[in-house]
């Protein structure tokens, strides 16, 4: 069982940044792909951005690329999100994912476990 707690939303002026961060339980964080996801008001959860289990490959949808970067900490078993250059239309819950076979896929029916959520709103 793993859990994961996200921290690091708040509100921000567009033009600002954030980092969120997600901490995980268990010994086997190194092991898990994980993610992050957000939900809108009123719309579907939505695949962020994902990150291997080493680190070294990441994905992101094409509308946080260039300004979004997720990375992670397997020492820490912390999995982050640095949120720049914000636009009030990035605001959402952000969860955080883990996917245990370490796979990394932008849907969220690979993911067994996540976090309860860290709001993030974004003001014009």
């Known amino acids: 069982q793993v859990q994961l707690v996200e921290s690091g939303g708040g509100l921000v002026q567009a033009g600002g940044s954030l980092r969120l961060a997600c901490a995980a339980s268990g010994r086997t964080f190194s092991n898990y792909g994980m993610a992050w996801f957000r939900q809108a008001p009123g719309k579907e959860r939505e695949f962020v951005a994902v990150i291997s289990r080493s680190g070294y490959s990441t994905y992101y949808t094409d509308s946080v690329k260039g300004r979004f970067t997720i990375s992670r900490n397997n020492v820490k078993n912390t999995v982050y999100l640095q949120m720049n250059s914000l636009k009030p239309e990035d605001t959402a819950v952000y969860y955080c994912?883990?996917?245990?076979?370490?796979?990394?896929?932008?849907?969220?029916?690979?993911?067994?476990?996540w976090g309860q959520g860290t709001q993030v709103t974004v003001s014009s």
């Open positions: 994912a883990a996917d245990p076979s370490g796979a990394i896929y932008s849907r969220e029916t690979s993911y067994t476990y």
